[in-house]
């Protein structure tokens, strides 16, 4: 039952990716073990293995299974977008799901309700956690897979796309004494990454943070960062736990989570009072948006948080040009001009390469020549994804604006009012450099 098909020559590409090591998350090893053994045992236990193997190989974060009586359609997503993999006859699905979901220590028997479950694997080197949702639908089942790293892919902000001049700009603010910095992206467009490599970036040798997290968040271990835990089975209130670590003046109190209303106030005093700073995050479209969000969840706080906010950091995820395979070209005046780059100023724009249809691609005399598509991208003409920044550093006519209105629009006019670059400008920048194409500017802001 662990093959695709008997009649069949092909290979699925569960038979063709690297097999993966399983680790269920349960503490005593020995009942890991059996776990273990007894999901070998299991006709869907390779295909499972191989099939998340085949899609880290492929650069997919996400895969998606869609169970229906003929079989199960798989989509893997890759760079943002989801492409379309061979499916699986159904037998064989259910026998592989059946390992994924007992592994992750859900219901393998439950096909109908709403499951959740996670296991964390080793593909060669690489660690990964696999993150499982399922949930029954009038066709049958549907199952959403994340893949999270364990290591992030970039060193550096500029490795993301943030342009040095920025950069620097970003370094002094996060060096700043009796300051708040936040840290926005939308909703699974890199957030986390963007915190770990703006943590990366401050000087963490001469000066203490100290983070306040929730037992089991999942936060990444950073080296001169020390974790403060609270809740779960610490018996410590986030309020507590804050409180005590006031006591020793860190430098930098960081929250991954907005904190509550106390605990932002006992920071606060720490930053009006001994100079020391507050880092941030929250879901946010935009820099100006996640400002807005910060001051109205801390009403009575507002005018302080104001007085004191010296950044914020907002990106949008993008696609980025395959450098082996770019074409580039020069572009007409009207499009400089519809893009808001002054003529002269950049002499050649890039775009992907993308494979012709098979009848077009023959040679000079008309006989088939078949094209071979790009070997780095594998013809997709975008290799990874790069984020477009943004860098709002308020003055004062936009910190007096925010205790006023929360109208976005308006906000975003003073800002630029004020020499901030919004991301729209940033993203122009961005095809300016030759690192995306104009169809994903395009796309970027068809979003809603």
Known sequence: ????????????????????????????????????????QGAGYEVASGLLGHAIQSRSTHLLLDFS??????????????????????????????????LCLMNPADRRSQQTG????????????????????????????????????????????????????????????????????PKSEGLTTSWVLSLNTADRLIRDFQSFEEEGSGEPDIINISPNYYGGETGKSQEAVVKSA????????????????????????????????????????????GLVMLLAKYPELAPRIAAKIRAVIGQRLIRRLCDNCKVGFEPPPQLLKQLGIPAGRVAMLYQPFLLPPIEQQVDENGNPAPIT???????????????????????????????????????NAIAKSEGHRSLQTEAVLTVARGLTGLDELKKLFAKK
Not at 10 to 30: A, D, L, M
Not at 266 to 274: H, T
Request: proline share 4%; net charge negative; with cysteine.
């Open 118 to 185: 996670s296991i964390d694997i080793k593909c060669v080197k690489d660690k990964y956690e696999v993150k499982v949702q399922s949930q029954g639908v009038p066709t049958g089942e549907r199952v959403l897979v994340k893949l999270e790293a364990e290591k992030i892919a970039f060193d550096r902000m500029t490795d993301l796309g943030m342009r040095d001049k920025m950069l620097e700009a970003y370094k002094d603010h996060l060096n700043s004494d009796g300051t708040i910095v936040l840290v926005t992206a």
């Open 69 to 102: 009586q003929r079989g199960c359609a798989i989509r893997y997503q890759i760079d943002g977008n989801w492409e379309q993999v061979p499916p699986l006859e159904r037998e064989t699905a259910d026998a592989m799901l059946y390992a994924i979901k007992q």
């Open 246 to 289: 006031c006591l020793k003046e860190p430098d930098v109190l960081l929250f991954p989570e907005l904190p509550l209303s106390e605990s932002m106030d006992m920071a606060l005093n720490q930053v009006e009072k001994n100079d020391k700073q507050i880092m941030t995050r929250t879901v946010a479209r935009t820099a100006t948006e």
């Open 373 to 411: 598509p790009c070997h780095v991208c594998n013809g997709r003409g975008y290799y990874g994804r790069i984020a477009i920044f943004e860098l709002l550093a308020p003055g004062e006519k936009l910190r007096d604006a925010l205790l006023k209105t929360k109208d976005v629009a308006q906000l």
């Open 1 to 40: 039952m662990a093959k695709q098909s008997a009649a069949s020559d092909e290979q699925h590409v569960w038979q063709t990716g690297t097999q993966v090591e399983f680790s269920p998350k349960i503490k005593e090893r020995t009942e890991a073990q059996s776990l273990l053994v007894l999901a070998r």
